[in-house]
């Protein structure tokens, strides 16, 4: 006769499942932002040398913040024609062009800055910002190890309950350990000082910069855990 083993230990070896979390709140280390570029014509040519214009401003714009400037990427690109609402006929009014641009910044005081001298410009359109942690953000490490330790003391609570101690490590599941940041503005936030950036234009002429607050990340990691006890002694004592 075949005895299937039990998932759930024997009185040899009893064992223990547990769950642990981590939940951690820090300071994002980038912010994104998009920019969409617009231009019109009166006919193709005309619109795409208006966007490649206007493009071209963008960028450099951005250009100027050097090293804040993690990440500069360019996404999509569109030149479509406009008809005419009214009248028999594919007749064609005037071109509209766009074009997408991502940049990701790491210095938040240039940040507020340059959202600002962008929404300045013609056509131009601004979204974000969108604060992150970077995929290999040592806080992730740092939230995974903290719920593996609290699984551990939780299992090592119960055995001490009853009156033993842990024999060893049977399986450890990472059942989640993921960034969720809620895109907005909320929670507490260190203040960020909106300043001059050094290499860029006079700023006399221009908008005031908006003044953002970082918005805090928070990482979450959880693991469960099952442990293999040294056999209880279950006197009458332990059993209360």
Known sequence: MTTTPTPYGTPDAPR???????????????ARIG??????????????????RRNTTALDLI??????????ETGAFSISPELHKHGRGERIRAYHGRVHITAELTDFTALGELTTRLADLDLTRIDGPWWDLRPDSPTHRKARQQAVREAVQRAR???EALDTTLAALVE??????????????????????????????????????????PQRQHVYATVNARFTMTPPELSPSTAR
């Open 157 to 159: 609570e119960y055995a």
């Open 172 to 213: 450890l599941a990472d059942i989640g350990a993921e960034n969720t940041p809620d895109h907005g503005y909320g929670g507490p936030a260190r203040s960020m000082r909106a300043a001059a950036y050094g290499g860029a234009p006079d700023l006399a002429d221009e908008a005031a910069p908006l003044d953002l607050e």
């Open 16 to 30: 223990v499942a547990v769950r642990g979390e981590a939940h951690l709140e820090v300071d994002p280390e980038i």
């Open 63 to 72: 250009k100027t913040y050097g090293e804040a400037v993690e990440k500069l």
């Open 35 to 52: 920019v969409t570029v617009s231009a019109r014509g009166t006919d193709r040519r005309d619109a795409l040398n208006n966007l490649t």
